[in-house]
């Protein structure tokens, strides 16, 4: 094997490995499903090639190109990562909350396919079919190195191969941050990570750019190396091959990006070596079987081995030093929740002398002014009015298809409202979009299962903090140094509400591996994480073994005696009964009525709605 | 005026090839929920198809019909055997794309493989051309254009009249529904991709006889087309279909006579990203 073979395979390696890493972290980890990846690499290699191409005069003027500035490295490719990065900018638009991911995925996939057409049939700009040719290559001006030399491409080489270790250290450095965490939380469940206090069109925005700045250099090495670069380059098929990559690999693991990159584009063109030429083959079997290959490793790996061959890990937070047994009793391994027995709280302080105010005493916090959702001409809410106060847990009950979940699911911002005002702590939040109330302390659960299924039950309590430092993009690259304060307090903080609600042995597993009703604990442990100053539960008891569900409802007793606000929407009388005060009941999108479910059982109109209804 | 007559022939051919393609995709996605990319694919395989019946000497008219057959079959076998597994796994929309991706893979350059990478073109004769006013149409284009009337008017029976379409129309709207109502939807969603792999078959045959010649390649940019009439209308709205099917064919075709030809897909890529960014259910579909 002669050296110029393995320099050869070598950069290609490291820039597959780079663009495959950059994809890692947009697609495994955070989600953003990009099948316009290749444009931010081609725009990086064009970058590069019209940063360091002297003006297209040049060489009998047989191009045709923009720029041609001819500047020495590393500009070009420190441009080929600013372009890439920049080119991304336009296409957030296609990532944030309203469009479903598959229609984005698309958009992404066309624009790769829009571009590369603009390219290809208009010539001024970049040379359209033809491409760009005799690109300079680093430091080819300088008569310190002669271009040709063996020595002067391992130097490329081990330049190509250190880059795409940066990158790696990059990455992970995100990844592992708690910024990191919120990416998986965003993908695990977009929906509940926006109700929890997460920016959705921020951080793709943020992936996006990152993903693109990552692919616009492995673009501009390549050019500077190949010197060539032309629009048969950068197909959307490019994008699928990446992605397979990724996938074999193993989504969400940087090192399986790396090993994907090294199995798929580069392992497929080596393997093509292999295979004895005849001239009986017609010439388009090889590159057209590879393609079928790719196809087949694709549907089989997501088929058998979706996770990959190098699955995400596992991140396993070390707790700190067990407390005295006797301060909790452990449930068995694996028993229902119902076995699970939080401590016994001790009993409130009582800062005040005076007895609390009687609910209809206290401070308005939340309420809705005429609230309307319609859903094609159906009002699921017409016109509703409540009140919700200050220290209350305060129940909604009402027959299915009363409204109550779409009046919850508006006031949290999940759903906008099609009319009226909702209030909060007197300011008028209607427009204000989720994860922006979340911040403002007022969180919701939901009532179908919604935990972060790839996140342990301790990443899911700690991905809902707010404030931790290491939860923006720019803490996540200053380091644990710079969070890891905040980190270790909020795991404190977490290992407190498990150990309230009997859960610390679950810590360090798979939220989605827990039982159904050890997830809704799970859930409501994540939002009151959130620090919320009013909590809206949707269900929270649903399908709970009626003990559990009574330890939950004193629990939440005890939170409200502490100062915090609930509304929870239920269904079990019971249930209300005992912890709510005041209910208020719906029926048909509408309030029917409101006071204790003492009041409420003597009123016709309410125990009918419940029999009809 | 010659030029946008002309034009508008060239429009109303492709719309009316769009048209037939468009409506299958929709309803496929509209009672699976799942975006079949490689709808393309199967284009061109029917297209294949009725190529090889053609050198077998028969006419391509006939090649149609086993197209036609073919396709339908395959599409059936390609939902139950590929994408209804994943889903029942719980498989996410996204991550079906991308299975649907890697069919696109197999499927085209399986057919490239077989067939070879050249060009090849029907052996037809095109008919005699009719001039009206400066629109000039030939047999050949009048037949696709009646053809994907019949099938534009057989889809708006079949959705209106039955009870097939409105057990369709059901199970697009809400299968567990529609299941809960009595409705068979796994037959249901069986019998439709039977019925839009048919469309899918004939829309490749009829794309092959427009394009004259034609490679495994060939549907790639043209599947984007049906993405753009498929979101202009709204996805899984058939009638909305119907609507971006002509919008485009019309758009692409009329302004690649004022605009370089080269740049005729840009008008059609373009409104599909705006409809995406603005009102991704469609011109038809109801407000989100």
New interface residues.
């Given amino acids: 094997m002669n050296a110029f073979y393995l320099i050869n395979l070598l950069v290609y390696a490291a820039v597959d490995a780079m663009a495959c890493l950059g994809l890692s972290q947009q697609f495994g980890v955070a989600g953003v ?1 990009n ?1 316009g990846f290749i444009i931010f690499q081609a725009a990086g290699g064009y970058a590069a090639a019209v940063l360091a191409l002297p003006h297209d005069s040049a060489n009998g003027g047989f191009q045709s190109y923009i720029g041609g500035l001819n500047l020495p490295f590393p500009l070009p490719w420190i441009g080929a990562a600013v372009v890439g990065g920049l080119i991304a900018v336009p296409f957030t ?2 990532v944030g909350r ?10 992404l996939l ?2 790769a ?2 571009l590369n ?2 390219v ?2 208009y010539r001024p700009l970049l040379n359209g079919s033809a491409g760009l040719s005799l690109i300079p290559t680093p430091l080819h001006g300088d008569n310190v190195f002669s271009v040709q030399t063996a020595g002067y491409q391992w130097v490329f080489t081990v330049a190509a191969i250190v880059l795409a270790l940066a990158v790696y250290v990059f990455v992970r450095r995100i990844t592992g941050s708690p910024y990191g965490r919120s990416l998986r939380a965003m993908r695990d469940n977009d929906v509940v990570a926006d109700s929890l206090g997460k920016n959705l069109l921020s951080l793709r925005t943020a992936m996006l750019v990152t993903g693109g700045a990552i692919a616009g250099l492995s673009g501009g090495i390549l050019v500077t190396y190949i010197t060539t670069w032309s629009p048969a380059a950068w197909g959307y ?1 490019e994008t ?1 091959v990446l ?2 990559a990724v ?1 074999i690999g193993g989504a969400g693991n940087h090192l399986g990006a790396i090993l994907g990159a090294i199995l798929v584009p580069v392992g497929f063109e080596e393997i093509t070596r292999f295979i004895p030429t005849s001239n009986s083959l ?4 090889i590159p ?5 290959a ?6 089989i790996f ?2 058998l081995r ?1 996770q990959g061959i190098l699955p995400e890990r596992k991140r396993v937070i070390r707790l700190p030093a067990a407390r005295a047994p006797a301060a909790r009793m452990a449930a068995p391994p694996g028993g229902a929740a119902a076995a699970a027995v939080p401590s016994p709280r001790p009993p409130a302080p009582q800062a005040h002398e005076q007895p609390p105010a009687a609910p209809q005493d206290r401070p308005v916090v939340l309420e809705t002014v005429d609230v309307t959702r319609e859903f ?1 001409g159906v009002q699921a809410v017409a016109g509703v009015s409540i009140q919700v106060r200050k220290g209350t847990l305060t129940g909604l009950i009402g027959p299915n298809g009363a409204g109550k979940s779409t009046l919850l699911a508006m006031l949290a911002g999940t759903l906008p409202v099609t009319s009226g005002k909702i209030i909060y702590e007197g300011r008028d939040i209607t427009g204000v979009p989720a994860f922006r109330r979340a911040r403002l302390g007022l969180v919701r659960t939901f009532q179908l299962a919604s935990e972060f299924k790839r996140l342990t039950v301790m990443e899911n309590l700690l991905s809902a903090v707010p404030g931790n430092r290491g939860d923006t993009f720019r803490g996540s690259l200053l380091g644990k140094r710079y969070w890891q304060a905040d980190e270790t307090a909020a795991i404190a903080r977490a290992e407190a509400i498990l150990e309230r609600f009997g859960l610390e042995q679950f810590a360090n597993h798979y939220a989605g591996d827990l039982s159904g009703g050890q997830r809704r604990l799970v859930e409501i442990m994540r939002a009151l994480m959130a620090e919320p100053a009013t909590l809206l539960l949707d269900e929270p008891m649903a399908g709970v073994h009626p003990n559990l569900a009574r330890r939950i409802g004193n629990e939440l007793v005890a939170l409200c005696e502490e100062g915090m606000t609930i509304l929870m929407v239920e269904h079990e009388l019971a249930i209300m009964d005992e912890f709510c005060d005041p209910v208020v009941v719906m029926a048909e999108g509408a309030v029917l009525a409101e006071g204790t479910m003492e009041q409420l059982r003597g009123r016709s109109e309410v125990v009918e709605a419940y029999l009809v209804g | 005026m010659t030029i946008f007559l002309s034009s508008l022939g060239f429009g109303l051919v492709t719309a009316s090839v769009l048209a037939i393609a468009a409506v299958g995709f929709t309803l496929q996605f509209g009672v699976t929920d799942v975006l079949n990319l490689a709808y393309g694919a199967i284009m061109i395989a029917g297209a294949f198809v009725a190529y090889v019946v053609n050198q077998a000497g028969l006419s391509v008219w006939v090649g149609l019909v086993v197209a036609v057959i073919a396709c339908s079959l395959g599409s059936v076998l390609l939902n139950s055997g590929v994408y209804t597994p994943f889903q029942r796994r719980g498989t996410s929309p996204i991550t079906l794309v991308i299975v649907s991706l890697g069919m696109t893979l197999i499927i085209e350059f399986g057919v490239q493989a077989l067939a070879g990478g050249t060009a090849v073109s029907y052996t037809m004769s095109q008919g005699t051309t009719f001039h009206a006013g400066g629109l000039i149409l030939s047999v050949v284009q009048l037949v696709v254009i009646a053809l994907s009337i019949v099938v534009m008017l057989g889809v708006h029976g079949l959705l209106r009249y039955t009870r097939l379409g409105k057990a369709m129309r059901a199970t697009a709207a809400n299968k567990s529904l529609a299941r809960n109502c009595g409705i068979r939807t796994d037959r249901v969603i069986t019998i439709t991709w039977a019925l839009t792999g048919g469309l899918c078959g004939l829309a490749g045959v009829v794309f092959a006889m427009d394009s004259g010649s034609f490679d495994a390649t060939a549907t790639d940019l043209f599947l984007i087309l049906i993405l753009a009439a498929v979101f202009l209308g709204g996805p899984g709205q058939a009638y909305g279909a119907m609507l971006g099917a002509v919008v485009i064919g019309l758009a692409t075709e009329i302004s690649a006579a004022y605009i370089t030809a080269d740049y005729k897909y840009v008008v059609a890529f373009v409104a599909l990203l705006i409809m995406l960014g603005v009102r991704p259910t469609g011109l038809l579909g109801a407000r989100a």
């Fill in positions: 499903t099948f638009f296609l309203r469009l479903r991911g598959d229609f984005a995925a698309v958009g066309v624009t396919v829009l057409l603009l290809t049939n098929a699928v992605f397979a996938i017609p010439p388009n079997l057209s079987l590879q393609w079928v790719i196809g087949l490793l694709i549907v997501l088929w979706p094609g």
